[in-house]
Antibody, heavy 119, light 107 residues
């Protein structure tokens, strides 16, 4: 069974850099896209970006200037960095697998990691 | 970006009711439409992919239909565990985008 788990600091100050890592088990990372999605409290889901095993990335246009992703398939991990955070970046951050089977759904998700930005 | 618009934003229903949620894309996305269910404090779960294909383990009371720009999620007979928020999502092109969600509440 595929499992994903987010890890990283939960409390940041404005202007700091958010760094999260997603650890993947039960799956080769070489086939699918690996994605970050976030959800502010009481709001909907927002695509942040995705990365393939080759390092190829797609980012949300609204976050592109502050976001970067990396992947280490040997360690079965992929990571997210968001620079210059503000309170608007406070959200639950999910990592997910975008399956290349069956029209690219997000078929496996991490449990989510609440990141709070506060001075 | 492709805009995804769900309606209604919320609805009240009773156990056993037939529930229908619609999702409209701002451009033709063929059949690249997925539906998710999210309960409070949980990650979303995939219900339907490719507009109408039931994900493994999902009860058959859930069904999806549509293509192009207009899509529907139907719950044929609402069960207690179905009270949740439902999201559509297009996987036609990047960046992926979600609808704003439809909250199904107890009537």
């Amino acid at each position: 069974q595929v499992q994903l788990r987010e890890s990283g600091p939960r409390l940041l100050k404005p202007s700091e850099t958010l760094s999260l890592t997603c650890s993947v088990s039960g799956d080769s990372m070489n086939i699918h896209y690996w994605t970050w999605i976030r959800q502010p409290a009481g709001k909907g889901l927002e695509f942040i970006g995705r990365i393939f095993s080759t390092g190829s990335t797609d980012y949300s246009p609204s976050l592109k200037s502050r976001v970067s992703m990396s992947i280490d398939t040997s360690q079965r991990q992929f990571s997210l960095r968001v620079t210059s955070v503000t309170a608007a970046d406070t959200a639950v951050y999910y990592c997910a697998r975008e399956s290349l089977y069956g029209d690219y759904p997000y078929d496996f998700w991490g449990q989510g990691s609440l990141v709070t930005v506060s001075s | 970006d492709i805009q995804m618009t769900q309606s209604p934003s919320s609805l009240s229903a009773s156990i056993g009711d037939r529930v229908t949620i619609t999702c409209r894309a701002s451009q033709n996305i063929r059949g690249y439409l997925n539906w998710y269910q999210q309960k409070p404090e949980q990650a979303p779960k995939l219900l339907i992919h490719a507009a109408s294909r039931l994900h493994s383990g999902v009860p058959s009371r859930f069904s999806g239909s549509g293509s192009g720009t207009d899509f529907t999620l139907t719950i044929s007979s609402l069960q207690p565990e179905d009270f949740a928020t439902y999201y559509c999502q297009q996987s036609y092109n990047a960046p992926r985008t979600f609808g704003q969600g439809t909250k199904v509440e107890v009537k």
